[in-house]
């Protein structure tokens, strides 16, 4: 456990920003003395948004969005420079004295130590390993989307996208009873990972038809045509994907129209709509935090860096070279 740090002095970090698309570099920074009602956090373990972050990494944010894309704690702007990021998992060492050495979830980029205020800090429950924490942002997510979705009991649901994401869909679809739950997948790879989370497996040519629910994840537009060609009649296609500036082809000719589907978005930055007069962004968080007792998902944790690495991780994740990672971890110095 680090030794609490004296809050009147002013500290050291270091930060990772995107100096310019597909360029990225870590950057020193001196933090002030701790203002009142706020906490300072050594970082253990961030996580790496593939989809979004390579986004950010390549300059793909378009600027009709770039408000509605800033992380709670970026610095900069779209393109860059911008530190950006938002799952970061560390243990407080200043601060109110009933979170001092507690380990904390937070929203805030990639940095060695952050100050923020107290309460936007989440402590991680028991049970629940800070390694494994950096699922967070991305159960989150998924939690939102099957509130969104509204499967029911019973089900067939295909989640087109076996990465990070998808795969979470799938682990928690599965825990509805008496369901039928099918990750589609271009990498016969993800098959044994579908099956440690309780659900099936197919390439998108052998895949199941005549879904109730399919939940779209892969962000590319041969997963959303295959989605489409797997839902049954009057069924809803669930969007999860984010393309930011790149044009997406939608098939929405052959049968759309005769098989009477739905396709609908769904995105984390509102709480989904059935819920959202009762459950609050920050209750949806702890309640994902709290399904993270379950061992099975480290299976999801394929990759981890330390923190001097992170900008050749990042251009690594932006491109086409890591085909077999799921949720990257980043390690920090003790």
Avoid at 30 to 49: D, I, K, N
Avoid at 191 to 197: E, Q, R
Avoid at 305 to 319: H, K, M, Y
Wanted: neutral net charge.
């Amino acid at each position: 456990m680090p030794i609490a740090s004296d809050p009147s002095a002013a500290v050291s970090a270091q930060a990772c920003w995107v100096v310019s698309p597909g360029l990225a570099e870590i950057r020193d920074e001196t933090l002030p003395p701790l203002p009142e009602g706020f906490a300072r956090v050594r970082t253990l373990h961030t996580g790496v948004s593939r989809g979004t972050e390579g986004l950010v990494f390549r300059g793909e944010v378009p600027a009709s969005e770039a408000q509605r894309m800033r992380a709670p704690f970026q610095a900069g702007d779209f393109p860059g420079p911008v530190k950006y990021g938002y799952v970061n998992v560390g243990v407080v060492e200043a601060g109110p004295p009933e979170l001092l050495g507690r380990e904390v979830f937070c929203l805030y980029p990639h940095q060695t130590v952050f100050q923020v205020p107290a309460s936007v800090l989440v402590p991680l429950p028991a049970g629940v390993p800070a390694a494994r924490a950096v699922l967070a942002a991305n159960l989150e997510t998924a939690i939102n989307a099957l509130w969104d979705g509204q499967p029911n009991p019973g089900e067939h649901i295909a989640v087109v996208g076996g990465g990070t994401l998808g795969l979470l869909v799938a682990w928690l679809a599965a825990r509805l009873p008496q369901g039928r739950v099918q990750v589609v997948d271009t990498n016969p790879a993800r098959a044994g990972i579908a099956a440690t989370l309780g659900a099936g497996f197919a390439l998108p040519e052998a895949a199941q038809a005549q879904a109730d629910l399919v939940i779209h994840t892969s962000g590319q537009s041969a997963g959303l045509a295959t989605a489409l060609r797997l839902a049954a009649f009057e069924a809803t296609v669930l969007e999860l994907s984010w393309y930011g500036s790149r044009p997406v082809s939608v098939p929405l000719g052959e049968a759309f129209h005769s098989q009477r589907l739905t396709l609908k978005s769904s995105q984390v930055g509102h709480v989904a709509k059935r819920q959202r007069d009762r459950w609050s962004h920050r209750q949806r968080l702890e309640l994902a935090l709290s399904l993270l007792t379950e061992p099975a998902l480290d299976a999801l944790v394929t990759h981890s860096a330390p923190f001097a690495e992170l900008p050749q991780v990042l251009a690594r994740l932006a491109g086409a070279g890591a085909p077999d990672t799921l949720c990257q971890r980043i390690d920090y110095p003790a």
